[in-house]
């Protein structure tokens, strides 16, 4: 048996980053806090991750509820959600969006 291990590192310039303070109720700062301790983070890189998560998330939600609506093609969908148009299109379909519209198909397939 073959055992592979990956590393994933990710390196920030600590130079030219903002800063970012909120106030969060109890609740929330325990929950944080055990997300701390199960992911083995310090405070300020689970912070950046989670935002991180959470802004890839609503990148991809606004990218699917503007292609839904019929606004925007799917490869400017696509560019919206960071992703290629393979991999956008793959998400359309996980989430049961049609992107094929007479209006935008010629866009779309020049895209592809």
Same mark, same amino acid.
């Given at each position: 048996? =073959?055992?592979? $291990?990956?590393?994933? @590192?990710?390196? @920030? *310039? =600590? @130079?030219?980053?903002?800063?970012?303070?909120?106030?969060?109720? +109890? #609740?929330? #700062?325990?929950?944080?806090?055990?997300? !701390?301790?199960? $992911?083995?983070?310090?405070? /300020?890189?689970?912070?950046?991750? !989670?935002?991180?998560? /959470? !802004?890839?998330?609503?990148?991809?939600?606004?990218?699917? +509820?503007?292609?839904?609506?019929?606004?925007?093609?799917?490869?400017?969908?696509? #560019?919206?959600?960071?992703? /290629?148009?393979?991999?956008?299109?793959?998400?359309?379909?996980?989430? *049961?969006?049609?992107?094929? +519209? +007479?209006?935008? !198909? *010629?866009?779309?397939? #020049?895209?592809?």
């Amino acid at each position: 048996m =073959v055992v592979t $291990e990956a590393f994933v @590192y990710v390196v @920030y *310039d =600590v @130079y030219s980053m903002g800063t970012i303070s909120a106030r969060v109720p +109890d #609740e929330l #700062e325990t929950e944080f806090e055990q997300y !701390l301790e199960d $992911e083995n983070l310090d405070r /300020s890189t689970a912070v950046r991750k !989670l935002l991180s998560e /959470s !802004l890839e998330q609503w990148r991809h939600e606004r990218a699917l +509820d503007r292609l839904a609506e019929g606004s925007i093609t799917l490869s400017k969908a696509a #560019e919206i959600a960071e992703l /290629s148009v393979w991999e956008f299109a793959q998400l359309a379909e996980d989430h *049961d969006v049609t992107w094929v +519209d +007479d209006e935008h !198909l *010629d866009d779309d397939l #020049e895209a592809l």
